[in-house]
């Protein structure tokens, strides 16, 4: 009874003891450097810079909201309010977005005008509507170029 009683308290002043060493290693600076770890926030500049995919050399364009009557499946007409912004390659795209944007909302709203909400209301219809909505900027923009279309606001009443 003795002896077991010994080995209970050994393990946990082993525990104990080791807890507490992890704790001054993660959380004393000092004790992290003196065995040789990193301290936190010393990570290389690089790491701290904005991946090329987080911030696009072109910047963004914004569509003004478009607001389509589209049909259900019985027919019956609904509304369809879409907001997208445009991640573009070059900054001088921009410029060439606001200059053919009529022409730009003209051709989504041809397109919603095609489409059913059951047809908008999956994944694939949406990903299929934000490839023809970056097609129809990339037509008109050209040489410029449209990479991803993002949609910010996509409401059906």
Request: hydrophobic share 45%.
């Amino acid at each position: 009874m003795a002896r077991g009683r010994l080995i209970i308290i050994g393990a946990a002043v082993i525990l104990l003891l080791g807890g507490g060493a992890a704790a001054a290693y993660f959380f004393v600076p000092s004790v992290r450097a003196a065995l040789g770890g990193k301290p936190p926030g010393d990570e290389p500049e690089e790491a701290a810079k904005p991946k090329e995919s987080e911030a696009p050399k072109g910047g963004f364009a914004d569509l003004k909201a478009i607001t389509a009557s589209i049909r259900d499946i019985s027919g019956h007409p609904r509304l369809l309010r879409l907001s997208a912004s445009l991640k573009l390659d070059k900054a001088e795209d921009k410029a060439r977005v606001e200059a053919f944007l009529p022409r730009i909302l003209d051709a989504v709203q041809i397109r919603l005008r095609r489409e059913t909400v059951e047809e908008l209301s999956t994944t694939a219809g949406r990903d299929t509507l934000r490839e023809d909505i970056r097609d129809a900027t990339n037509r008109e923009i050209a040489p410029g170029h449209c990479s991803e279309v993002l949609i910010r606001e996509f409401i059906i009443e």
